[in-house]
C-alpha cells in the first residue's frame, strides 16, 4: 500500500490566521482526498483532489475556506483559512490503494485554534 | 445516497470477553466494505475489508462478514485485549472510484 506523510501533525494556531497542510504520497495517484474529524465524531468528507483540475468540494465546504492544491500526482496540500475554534478538528488526507479496493489514510494533522 | 450506521459507544469490555459492532449500511450497487481503527492520538488505520457479498475479512482476530441481505457488516472478535481499545469505523466505497462514507465510529474500551 501506498505510504503517505502528512505534515505537520499537529498545531495550535490563532484565529484569523491560515494553515497549510501537506500530504506526500511515495507513489502517484490519481485523486487524493482530504477528510474532516471533528472532536468526537466521525470523518466528513472535504474535497476530493485531482492533479490538473480544482478539487471538488462536498456540500458544506468552499474553495475559499480550503484551497486544495494538486501540483503533481504525488503531493497535495490544504489550506484552513482565516481559521476560528470551530476549525480545531483533524484533517486527514487519503488515496485509494494500488488494486483499487481500499484506502490509506495519513496519520492526521490535529489542528487546535484559540 | 450511501450512509453507514455503526453502534454507539463507548462499548465497555473486560479483557477476553467476545466483542461485536454492528454496522448496517444503506448503497447502491455492490459497494466495497472497510472496518477502519483509529487508536488514541494516532490516524485511521486500515483493520480488514470485503469487496462482496458473502466475503469475510479478517486480521488481528478480528472478523466481519459481508451480508448482502442484511446489509450488514458486524465486526467480531473473540477474545479482546486491552490493546484493542481505540475506535472503530465502519465505511464504504461505492466502487466508483469515490471516497468513502463513514459511519460515527464506536469507542471500544477494554479493562483488564
Known amino acids: 500500500s501506498a505510504v503517505i506523510s502528512q505534515k505537520p501533525s499537529r498545531d495550535i494556531c490563532q484565529r484569523g490566521t491560515s494553515l497549510t497542510i501537506q500530504c506526500q504520497v511515495d507513489?502517484?495517484?490519481?485523486?487524493m482526498f482530504w477528510y474532516r474529524q471533528q472532536p468526537g465524531q466521525s470523518l466528513t468528507l472535504i474535497a476530493t483532489?485531482?492533479?490538473?483540475?480544482?478539487?471538488?468540494?462536498e456540500s458544506g465546504f468552499v474553495i475559499d475556506k480550503f484551497p486544495i492544491s494538486r501540483p503533481n500526482l504525488t503531493f497535495s496540500t490544504l489550506t484552513v483559512s482565516n481559521m476560528s475554534p470551530e476549525d480545531s478538528s483533524i484533517y486527514l488526507c487519503s488515496v485509494e490503494t494500488a488494486d483499487r479496493y481500499g484506502y490509506t489514510f495519513g496519520s492526521g494533522t490535529r489542528l487546535t485554534v484559540v | 445516497g450511501n450512509s453507514v450506521t455503526q453502534m454507539e459507544g463507548p462499548v465497555t469490555l473486560s479483557e477476553e470477553a467476545f466483542l461485536t459492532i454492528n454496522c448496517t449500511y444503506t448503497?447502491?450497487?455492490?459497494?466495497?466494505l472497510f472496518w477502519y481503527v483509529q487508536y488514541p492520538g494516532e490516524g485511521l488505520q486500515l483493520l480488514l475489508k470485503?469487496?462482496?457479498?458473502?466475503d469475510k475479512g479478517s486480521n488481528k482476530g478480528f472478523e466481519a462478514t459481508y451480508r448482502k441481505e442484511t446489509t450488514s457488516f458486524h465486526l467480531e472478535k473473540g477474545s479482546v485485549q486491552v490493546s484493542d481499545s481505540a475506535v472503530y469505523f465502519c465505511a464504504l466505497s461505492d466502487n466508483a472510484g469515490n471516497m468513502l462514507t463513514f459511519g460515527g465510529g464506536t469507542r471500544l474500551m477494554v479493562k483488564p
Open positions: 470485503a469487496t462482496k457479498a458473502d
Open positions: 483532489a485531482n492533479q490538473g483540475s480544482e478539487a471538488t468540494y
Open positions: 507513489s502517484q495517484v490519481t485523486m
Open positions: 448503497a447502491t450497487g455492490y459497494p466495497s
